[in-house]
């Protein structure tokens, strides 16, 4: 079992994810944002799931191993159609949805393939390999995709202060994980940085909720004031 | 040195995206006009300057604390010190970088400023209803 602080950390993390659909359905934006609550939910669900799993067979189990896995790269996915949800949010008025839908498959489809290709070589337990691989490497795609996403927003002068903090929400995380898997890397021994990924798992739904909370849907934000360098 | 790459590029772009994220909690405020009032404690008058920041956040500690603009207070009030931090550190190498953080540190100080106008209203509002009771 984790200890105190771990399981302070994930037990904050399942509530603000059922804070955030509270909120959507309090604020009549559940189906707007259907994926992000769809996402929310599905996290809230595996959590409780691996609770309920890690409480019953313990952490060094094949039971909790494979569920902890699979359930990762199934939230991974889920966080994926997350994103490009928020593409056909941004890119709704260019009427991009068909191009959007081929895209997002044919990404998702080129990723499981490399994913596929890394761990093809190694015969035990081929398919947790792949759920992790697949897994690492959606959150990377994650990161240039939400990247890129910013990039539109900035381009078509997007305004909807809730869907700019959404986006900015989720690059935020994205970049703090790379940075807390890369730091991970580098010293495993530091319990703080054990922390930091779970931490930042409290972290988004955290602001997507006030953010849903705070600001209306026609809250309007000038688009030239949030590029840092004016042009 | 692949992790290396990683961390930096990552670092790189949580600090692009927390810029943004600040600027986009601060511009949610900056069409707020300041009440005469709270020009005048502060002394801001159209526009805030750097300088005013740390006048504006001790007079805010002042006045009794309002949940709605705790985090935002608190992410603001980071992305001040980066930029503090960021200023010392290369506007040896980059001396435009002093103007801009200057700049930047002005709309932290007005996000402040209206914040405080906020507080004050909302403190009035409870004392008003108070004595109602």
């Not at chain 1, 302070?8 to 189906?31: K, Y």
């Not at chain 1, 949800?85 to 490399?114: D, M, P, Q």
């Not at chain 2, 002093?98 to 932290?108: I, L, P």
Request: glycine fraction near 4%; charge should be positive.
């Amino acid at each position: 079992m984790p200890g105190p602080t771990g399981l302070i950390i994930w037990f904050l993390g399942t509530a603000f994810e059922l804070l955030f659909v509270v909120c959507s359905l309090a604020r009549n934006s559940f189906l707007r944002y259907f994926f992000l609550n769809l996402y929310l939910l599905l996290s809230t669900t595996v959590s409780i799931g691996r609770f309920f799993i890690l409480w019953n067979y313990g952490v060094r189990s094949d039971e909790y191993m494979y569920f902890y896995y699979y359930s990762d790269a199934l939230l991974t996915l889920a966080l994926f159609v997350a994103l490009i949800s928020l593409y056909s949010h941004v890119l709704g008025e260019l009427r991009a949805g068909e191009y959007l839908k081929w895209g997002a498959v044919f990404l998702l489809l080129g990723t499981a393939g490399f994913s596929y290709a890394v761990v093809a070589q190694s015969a035990d337990r081929l398919s947790t390999n792949f759920a992790y691989e697949l897994s690492q490497n959606l959150y990377f795609v994650g990161l240039v995709l939400t990247y890129i996403l910013w990039g539109a927003v900035l381009k078509l002068h997007e305004t909807r202060t809730r869907v700019v903090q959404i986006i900015l929400s989720l690059g935020l995380y994205f970049s703090a994980y790379a940075a807390s898997y890369a730091l991970m890397n580098f010293s495993e021994k530091y319990s703080l940085i054990r922390y930091l990924s779970p931490a930042l798992g409290c972290f988004l739904p955290l602001s997507w909720s006030l953010t849903i909370l705070r600001y209306s849907e026609e809250s309007r934000l000038a688009p030239a004031r949030l590029v840092a360098v004016p042009r | 040195m692949m992790a290396a790459l990683i961390f930096v590029a990552s670092l790189a772009t949580l600090g692009m995206f927390f810029v943004s994220y600040c600027r986009s909690l601060m511009a949610s405020s900056s069409r707020h006009p300041l009440s005469a009032e709270v020009r005048d404690v502060t002394g801001i008058r159209t526009l805030a300057s750097a300088g005013d920041y740390r006048r504006v956040t001790q007079l805010l500690q002042l006045c009794p604390d309002r949940q709605e603009d705790r985090n935002e207070l608190k992410a603001v009030n980071m992305y001040h010190s980066f930029l503090t931090a960021i200023r010392r550190m290369f506007s040896w190498i980059v001396p435009s970088l002093r103007s801009w953080s200057e700049h930047e540190q002005a709309g932290c100080a007005y996000f402040a400023a209206v914040a405080l106008d906020r507080r004050i209203a909302h403190n009035r509002e409870m004392l008003a209803q108070q004595d109602d009771l």
